[in-house]
Nanobody
Framework: QVHMVESGGGLVQAGGSLNLSCAATGKIFTSMGWYRQAPGKQRELVATMNTGGISNYADSVKGRFTISRDNGKNTVALQMNSLKPEDTAVYYC??????????WGQGTQVTVSS
């Protein structure tokens, strides 16, 4: 059974930084990462990283966010710098295993005030 625990998030002023962390247990995950969903919008990819260390970022966060992963511990982190009000959303940890299956964390709120 897959279990995922997220931590981090909160309220920060524009230009500030936050760090999100996620730990997953129960399977080997080919990819781990973060998605976000703002009110009234669809859930969107923020950043992902595979077991080989190849990362993928949304254009809107490139240069500001950095994803890191520890394969041995099944953890993934997201360092968010230079935060903007438009980064405000619920952030969800995501893990993908094979055969293809997607798992989600419970979500953590990130609010950036202007």
């Amino acid at each position: 059974q897959v279990h995922m625990v997220e931590s981090g998030g909160g309220l920060v002023q524009a230009g500030g930084s936050l760090n999100l962390s996620c730990a997953a247990t129960g399977k080997i995950f080919t990819s781990m990462g973060w998605y976000r969903q703002a009110p009234g919008k669809q859930r969107e990819l923020v950043a992902t990283m595979n077991t080989g260390g190849i990362s993928n970022y949304a254009d809107s966060v490139k240069g500001r966010f950095t994803i890191s992963r520890d394969n041995g511990k099944n953890t993934v982190a997201l360092q968010m710098n230079s935060l903007k009000p438009e980064d405000t959303a619920v952030y969800y940890c995501n893990a993908v295993s094979l055969p293809l299956a997607y798992y989600w964390g419970q979500g953590t709120q990130v609010t950036v005030s202007s």
